[in-house]
């Protein structure tokens, strides 16, 4: 098999509204295969510092080997960015999110994240701990499987379906294709990334983890430190917007309702920016990415 490969989504955007300096230090909460963290790093320099988390050990481990070749120090840590918080992480200039799963995942069927083949039902980007997808079925009520598959993955018929998981126990990507086309006969085959969709965001908790990184990363930032997080799908696009809304509004007096002081964060994009028609072409798998940034003041609010 070839080498795996992930084109960086929004990558020069990235760039020009982050701005990473000389001599900054970064930190890229979800490394991948380290495209994003490799023009950081490029930016900050042999002075600058890139510390970077993946629950993923084979992508980490791919990034490892990709950036310790470039100037910098860099530092790789197998952690969820959930766990931020317990990492002991020093403040920094820049912190960055690139949600999701990568293009490996996908590509590699050995990860059981398709369903192109037939592969145990796992879904999971840390393998070392949580519960795999078909562990989750089993353990999971036909109404959480429902809700799951409605909230999550926007599934016609989702009651209907949650049925038919519950009655098979699917444990393999096969089993689910034929439970799926058992409830939608020739409209299975649409509905399937929809499904595996599903079952992810489920099996990592992706809000819940996406919730903790949105309470704990912006205390991570420095002066000036800029906070930006691209993601694939309006459930995290919404509270992506919220928090930095919040983050970026005065605190108002309960009586007057004028301003107390500055609010501690700015916002750098108004809109969440997206990519490019021209980028979208090139890389289609960009096509629902949103890009959200916040800066910190650079002096605390009086
Ligand atoms: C979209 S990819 C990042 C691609 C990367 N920016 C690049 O250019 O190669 C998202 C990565 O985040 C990892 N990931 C997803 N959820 C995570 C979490 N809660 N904590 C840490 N890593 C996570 C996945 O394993 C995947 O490698």
């Avoid at 080997?65 to 002991?88: E, Q, Y």
Wanted: proline share 7%.
């Amino acid at each position: 098999m070839s080498a795996p490969h992930h084109t960086p989504v929004l990558l020069s955007e990235v760039l020009a509204i982050l701005d990473p300096k000389a001599g900054e230090t970064v930190l890229d909460v979800t490394l991948g295969l380290g495209g994003h963290a490799e023009a950081l790093l490029k930016r900050v320099g042999e002075r600058g510092t890139l510390i970077g988390l993946d629950a993923d050990t084979r992508n980490l481990a791919q990034a490892q080997k990709r950036l310790h070749s470039l100037p910098g120090r860099v530092r790789c840590i197998h952690a969820n960015f959930r766990d931020l918080a317990d990492l002991a992480l020093p403040g920094v200039n820049m912190l960055f999110a690139d949600l999701g799963l990568s293009s490996p995942h996908v590509d590699d069927p050995a990860r059981g994240f398709t369903f192109r083949e037939e592969v145990p039902l796992d879904l999971r980007y840390d393998r070392s701990r949580g519960v795999t997808a078909a562990v989750w079925l089993a353990q999971s009520t036909e109404e959480e499987i429902a809700h799951c598959l409605r909230v999550f993955g926007e599934l016609p018929s989702s009651a209907r379906f949650a049925r038919a998981l519950r009655e098979r126990l699917p444990t393999t990507t096969t089993a689910v294709v034929l439970a799926a086309e058992s409830v939608y006969r020739w409209r299975a085959k649409t509905v399937l990334p929809q499904i595996f969709q599903a079952l992810r965001i489920a099996v990592n908790d992706e809000l819940g983890s996406l919730d903790a990184l949105l309470a704990v990363g912006p205390t991570f930032l420095k002066p000036d430190g800029r906070m930006g997080v691209i993601s694939y799908h309006s459930l995290e696009d919404r509270r992506v917007k919220q928090v930095f809304r919040s983050l970026t509004s005065a605190p108002k007096h309960p009586q007057t309702g004028q301003d107390l002081h500055p609010a501690e964060f700015t916002l750098l994009t108004r809109k969440a920016v997206v990519p490019s028609d021209d980028e979208v072409t090139v890389n289609p798998r960009s096509r629902s990415a949103k890009l959200r940034v916040i800066m910190r003041r650079d002096s605390p609010p009086s």
